[in-house]
């Protein structure tokens, strides 16, 4: 009986692509704001490139990944010759070019975490941060990007689940609960497991993309249109997926013994990690590997108060999927 209740709910479930696809589509960014950000770009290259020749500027995150919401703020890297550079020194001499051509809200913060210059284009309109030589999130951007041209359903299960996370305020780093990149990270992971793949595992793959970032080799599969439709076997949709998801953060997950891993398309131990005990601040309630650095846990932000909020919330979702006669509205409900 149990099946048969089982199947006839994911039978039902197609009922919801309509109003999940509808949600997706009203959240990719239209054409004119990705030109303007181009537009952008093409001037803090030129404003860059007068200062220092060598340099180069690269977007990551959002703007980058083609996970972005519409009217995000676009992150900008400035690589620049490594050996000996000042990077609050760096930092204060571009706020000083960018105040000087007429951009707004320019501010230098040297001592952040991530030092970085923020600005605004009055323009465009665009917020922008700055950093200097984030190489790796370059590079992790662009892995990200890659994977989702593989299969639309990555691109329509994370706008549904940042969206998600972003109503519920689980998206919020600095209140314990996960980053936008952890959780397209777990959504990745997600369909890389499901069988058939819907995703292959790209760094298990013969790489035809490597570079060494601060002695961290990065390599993998890029030439993702060689792959022809890796995950046309698998015919689930967006509403099975979306269901799929959160039925496993909320009761299938192993909290206490395991790593979701993007890098290997599988699950770890958290032995085999030497992620069993608390270090400093990382506690690994959660686990999710970065798919390059491979020591750091983007679930070290949660600690033992967010971790129950975040399970709340993965229950909260799944019960809704499972059992509400219009999840599409109460899923999304702001916290
Ligand atoms: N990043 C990282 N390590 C982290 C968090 C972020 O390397 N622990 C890098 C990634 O390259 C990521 C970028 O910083 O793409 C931006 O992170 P985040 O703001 O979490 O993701 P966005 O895709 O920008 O999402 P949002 O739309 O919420 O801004
Ligand atoms: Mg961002």
């Known amino acids: 009986r149990m099946v048969k209740r089982y199947m006839a709910c994911r039978n039902d479930i197609h009922r919801y692509d309509a109003p999940f696809m509808a ?78 051509n007429k951009l707004q809200n320019v501010q230098a913060l040297t001592r952040a975490r991530v030092p970085i210059v923020k600005l605004m284009d009055p323009v465009t309109g665009i917020s922008c941060d700055i950093c200097i030589n984030n190489v790796l999130a370059v590079v992790n951007t662009k892995l990200l990007r890659d994977y989702a041209r593989i299969d639309v359903r990555l691109r329509q299960l994370a706008f549904i689940v940042k969206h998600w996370a972003k109503s519920r305020k689980v998206n919020e780093t600095y209140q314990g609960t996960l980053s936008s990149y952890a959780y397209v990270l777990m959504c990745i992971h997600f369909l890389q497991l499901r069988r058939p793949p819907i995703l292959p595992c790209l760094q298990e793959m013969e790489p035809t993309y490597s570079v060494r970032v601060d002695n961290i080799r990065c390599a993998y599969f890029d030439k993702v ?103 599409c509205a109460k899923l999304f409900e702001p916290y």
């Open 23 to 100: 949600v997706y589509k009203s959240l990719i960014p239209a054409e004119e704001e990705l030109e303007k950000q181009k537009q952008l770009m093409a001037q803090l290259e030129n404003l860059v490139s007068k200062e220092w020749p060598h340099a180069k500027l690269y977007l990551y995150g959002s703007c980058a990944n083609s996970f972005g919401f519409p009217k995000s703020d676009i992150d900008v890297c400035l690589a620049i010759e490594d050996d000996g550079i000042n990077k609050s020194e760096i930092l204060l001499k571009l706020a000083n070019i960018l105040e000087s």
């Open 225 to 327: 249109d060689r792959l022809g439709n890796f995950g046309s076997s698998n015919r689930e949709t967006i509403a099975e997926l979306v269901w799929g998801f959160f039925n496993y953060w909320a009761y299938a997950h192993d909290y206490s013994n395991t790593v979701v891993s993007v890098r290997t398309g599988s699950i770890l131990g958290k032995r085999e990690k030497d992620w069993t005990r608390r270090v400093g601040n990382d506690r690994h309630l959660i686990c999710i590997e970065d798919p390059f650095e491979t020591s750091h846990d983007l679930g070290r932000v949660v600690d033992k108060f967010s971790i129950r909020v975040l399970r709340e919330e993965f229950e909260r979702a799944a019960k809704i999927m499972h059992h509400d006669p219009n999840p």
